[in-house]
């Protein structure tokens, strides 16, 4: 008779709490790799086995972080809408290394779920492995490929409503602090920060455009003061990079939102953590759906087509980091 996760978290004398999100393989800032270890090391000489008929789809964060704020809020989305069709959801954190390449190979070849879900810093070897596979899939918030389902937020609009929102607030020189420009997404919200100040009428300054493949907001800001370009307000591409601005605008004894405003897109735990909380714009969870939803439907229809959709229902959360601009 198989051990329960009630009994292996007595034997170890911790959580059942935490016995649960490590044999579910959830992401958890909080367990020590430690514990971790001991729980599967107990869990395998217990005879502990999962004893479960629901039909299962991977969530795969590729070279992020398995805690990444970013992906957190997409994840419990995803879960919420596949226990409504009977699904588990099961997570993988993949990195770019042969180990995990071979790690993710064999689990798709043993078929141990029906579809999955592929999000992250995702790049054409992965995309290769699991196309060859034959899983159902669908890439999410990753660069668009020919042959590939792919659902994508429809970056440049968000991106220029964002800044267009700035500008009617009386700010001028509104910065874009962006990721790497490699990705099509971030080069998609590069486009509607343009188009904003050209529908708007006013003119482009490429100076006030700053890029970081590791996404900080901080050194963002630093390179800002070193190049000394003004600015009052910047439309940051994710909340990551919004977090890390307000915290060098802080530590330099400028006030937000009364002498720079900022805007995130997106929304994660950090928006709650900040202070103030931020302001951000962001794709409304029922459209976030969609994407667990296509996967269902491809999993359902076997012959169902490949396509890109793109997710444009955008909701606007207020917080404490935009502020009307009042001219000197």
Same mark, same amino acid.
């Given at each position: 008779?198989?051990?329960?996760?009630?009994?292996?978290?007595?034997? #170890?004398?911790?959580?059942?709490?935490? @016995?649960?999100?490590?044999?579910?393989?959830?992401?958890?800032?909080?367990?020590?790799?430690?514990?971790?270890?001991?729980?599967?090391?107990?869990?395998? $000489?217990?005879?502990?086995?999962?004893?479960?008929?629901?039909?299962?789809?991977?969530?795969?964060?590729?070279?992020?972080?398995?805690?990444?704020?970013?992906?957190?809020?997409?994840?419990?989305?995803?879960? =919420?809408?596949?226990?409504?069709?009977?699904?588990? %959801? *099961?997570? &993988?954190?993949?990195?770019?290394?042969?180990?995990?390449?071979?790690?993710?190979?064999?689990?798709?070849?043993?078929? =141990? @779920?029906?579809? @999955?879900?592929?999000?992250?810093? %995702?790049?054409?070897?992965?995309?290769?492995?699991?196309?060859?596979?034959?899983?159902?899939?669908? +890439?999410?918030? %990753?660069?668009?490929?020919?042959? &590939?389902?792919?659902?994508?937020?429809?970056?440049?609009?968000?991106?220029?409503?964002?800044?267009?929102?700035? #500008?009617?607030?009386?700010?001028?020189?509104?910065?874009?602090?962006?990721?790497?420009?490699? +990705?099509?997404?971030?080069?998609?919200?590069?486009?509607?920060?343009?188009?904003?100040?050209?529908?708007?009428?006013?003119? +482009?300054?490429?100076?006030?455009?700053?890029?970081?493949?590791?996404?900080?907001?901080?050194?963002?800001?630093?390179?800002?003061?070193? &190049?000394?370009?003004?600015?009052?307000?910047?439309?940051?591409?994710?909340?990551?990079?919004?977090?890390?601005?307000?915290?060098?605008?802080?530590?330099?004894?400028?006030?937000?939102?009364?002498?720079?405003?900022?805007?995130? &897109?997106?929304?994660? $735990?950090?928006?709650?953590?900040?202070?103030?909380?931020?302001?951000?714009?962001?794709? #409304?969870?029922?459209?976030?759906?969609?994407?667990?939803?296509?996967?269902?439907?491809?999993?359902?229809?076997?012959?169902?087509?490949?396509?890109?959709?793109? #997710?444009?229902?955008? =909701?606007?959360?207020?917080?404490?980091? *935009?502020?009307?601009?009042?001219?000197?």
């Amino acid at each position: 008779m198989s051990v329960t996760k009630k009994e292996i978290a007595d034997h #170890l004398g911790i959580s059942r709490a935490a @016995v649960s999100m490590v044999l579910n393989n959830a992401p958890s800032s909080t367990i020590s790799q430690e514990t971790r270890d001991r729980i599967l090391k107990a869990a395998k $000489e217990l005879g502990y086995r999962e004893v479960t008929a629901s039909p299962k789809i991977g969530y795969i964060l590729y070279n992020r972080l398995n805690n990444d704020p970013r992906y957190m809020m997409d994840l419990k989305v995803t879960e =919420e809408i596949a226990s409504e069709f009977g699904y588990k %959801v *099961v997570f &993988l954190n993949i990195k770019s290394t042969p180990p995990d390449y071979q790690m993710l190979q064999s689990f798709l070849k043993e078929r =141990e @779920v029906a579809g @999955v879900i592929v999000t992250g810093d %995702v790049d054409t070897p992965v995309m290769d492995l699991i196309e060859d596979s034959g899983v159902p899939s669908i +890439f999410y918030s %990753v660069m668009y490929r020919e042959g &590939l389902d792919v659902v994508i937020p429809d970056f440049r609009s968000l991106t220029r409503e964002a800044t267009k929102q700035l #500008l009617s607030l009386n700010h001028r020189k509104v910065a874009f602090l962006t990721g790497g420009l490699h +990705f099509m997404i971030h080069m998609k919200g590069l486009d509607g920060y343009k188009e904003a100040f050209e529908e708007m009428g006013l003119p +482009f300054d490429k100076s006030l455009v700053q890029s970081s493949k590791e996404e900080d907001g901080y050194e963002m800001c630093t390179r800002l003061q070193a &190049l000394e370009i003004e600015y009052t307000a910047a439309v940051c591409s994710n909340t990551i990079i919004q977090f890390g601005a307000i915290q060098w605008l802080k530590e330099h004894g400028i006030t937000v939102p009364a002498e720079v405003s900022l805007v995130g &897109l997106g929304y994660t $735990e950090l928006v709650k953590a900040s202070v103030p909380p931020l302001t951000t714009l962001g794709i #409304l969870d029922s459209e976030k759906e969609k994407v667990i939803r296509r996967l269902i439907e491809k999993i359902q229809q076997k012959d169902l087509p490949n396509e890109i959709n793109y #997710l444009d229902a955008f =909701e606007w959360r207020e917080g404490g980091t *935009v502020s009307f601009h009042r001219l000197k």
